[in-house]
């Protein structure tokens, strides 16, 4: 099994541009996220599923917009970056019932 | 709102001496308690987790947690730490829907 894995593993963008950020699992888990992480602020969740053809709002929404069209993709696109979304980017899944997340390797993006 | 709190940006144990990273939770009702640890440039995993039942929750790489309902509290420790053990650990807190609220973190750094 590979796990949760993320694609890309590194982005430059510009402000303005767009981008998706692909997580995939293999492990037929029902619940994905999608989560970023900033220095001394810990992760903070920006959306997540609970199964497939369904997502819903997190923490931190706002600027980003996701899509789950199969099991076991869940998608984070960036419809027009910019400097604040600079951030190293979680996916994560569990299969539910208080069980732990599994998480992927990240995706390190940078907005200039 | 259900929160984590990590009062420690950072602890420093000599190697072979216990340590302790200290967590402090806010909920209503029950709490589901996780510890994840997390390596430079990689992602999450998993430590230990309390659901229910017996107080003190073993986990992985010699670790354990003691869950205090009194105190509000979920400690983690380990007798003997290993300069292997030096990364950044996260307390957080199930929140419904599988979702996880995360703490700050908090830096260990082991001494040899």
């Known amino acids: 099994n590979a796990g949760v894995t993320q694609t890309p593993k590194f982005r430059v963008l510009k402000t303005g541009q767009s981008m998706t950020l692909l997580c995939a699992q293999d492990?037929?888990?029902?619940?994905m996220y999608w989560y970023r992480q900033d220095p001394g602020m810990g992760l903070r969740l920006i959306h997540y599923?609970?199964?497939?053809?369904?997502?819903a709002k997190g923490e931190v929404p706002d600027g980003y917009n996701v899509s789950r069209l199969k099991k076991q993709n869940f998608l984070l696109g960036l419809e027009s970056a910019a400097p604040s979304q600079t951030s190293v980017y979680f996916c994560?899944?569990?299969?539910?019932?208080?069980?732990?997340?599994?998480f992927g390797p990240g995706t390190r993006l940078t907005v200039l | 709102a259900q929160s984590v709190a990590q009062p420690e940006d950072q602890v420093n144990v000599a190697e072979g001496n216990p340590l302790t990273v200290k967590c402090t939770y806010s909920v209503s009702g029950n709490p589901y308690l996780f510890w994840y640890v997390q390596y430079p440039n990689r992602g999450l995993q998993f430590l230990l987790k309390y659901i229910t039942g017996d107080n003190l929750v073993k986990g992985s790489y010699g670790f354990e947690a003691e869950f205090n309902k009194s105190q509000t509290s979920f400690h983690l420790k380990k007798p003997s730490a290993l300069v292997s053990d030096s990364a950044l650990y996260f307390c957080a807190v199930n929140t419904g829907f599988q979702k996880l609220v995360f703490g700050t973190g908090t830096r260990l750094l082991v001494s040899p």
């Open positions: 994560a899944s569990t299969p539910g019932q208080a069980s732990s997340q599994f």
């Open positions: 599923s609970v199964g497939e053809g369904t997502t």
């Open positions: 492990m037929n888990h029902e619940y």
